[in-house]
């Protein structure tokens, strides 16, 4: 549009305030539109409001039903500890034993779970599984060879709880 161009008037309601019966409507169809609108966000807010609380929930409850799950595995354990803690004045041959015993169910219970003892007496030091408490030297082992492990690795990989501790042999 050039400036010697007038512009147009828009439509004039009869009473010339140049606000019309479908400009009303328009405007009142906006503002319903804009309260609806307005009224799904909130709803859909609340929802994730709620969903969020009842996964919180269900994690919750999960987690304590788990905890119960590997504590029941572990109740046959201590029933056993106990047993032997009850025959204390008996033969100490048999003591040791039950001891025996009661570690093999504890080391097949913890396997079971996903976490198995690692055994690295000899094998080579790995930074991302050994721990090293020491070096010695060694003449019988390689240099960088694990030839004494004072705490058993548990788990592989990501699943891992604990690197062993180990000594490792030196080169000259």
């Known amino acids: 549009m050039s400036e010697a161009e007038p512009a147009l008037p828009g439509p004039r309601s009869p009473d010339g305030s140049g606000v019309t019966d479908d400009t009303e409507q328009d405007v009142a169809a906006l503002r319903a539109r804009v309260a609806e609108l307005t009224d799904q966000r909130l709803r859909a807010v609340a929802d994730l409001q709620n969903a969020r609380k009842r996964y919180e929930r269900e994690l919750s409850q999960a987690r304590a039903q788990e905890r119960a799950r590997v504590t029941r595995q572990w109740l046959p354990v201590l029933d056993n500890l106990e047993r032997a803690l009850a025959h204390a004045d008996a033969d100490p041959k048999s003591i040791i034993d ?75």
């Not at 690692?118 to 390689?142: I, V």
């Open 98 to 172: 039950g001891v025996r015993a009661v570690t093999d169910q504890a080391l097949e219970l913890v396997s079971q779970l996903g976490f198995p003892r690692q055994d690295d007496l000899g094998a080579s030091f790995n930074p991302s599984r050994h721990e090293a408490a020491g070096s010695s030297a060694d003449a019988h082992a390689a240099a960088g060879t694990v030839i004494e492990v004072l705490q058993p690795a548990y788990g592989e990989g990501d699943q891992q709880l604990r690197p062993a501790l180990v000594v490792v042999a030196k080169g000259d």
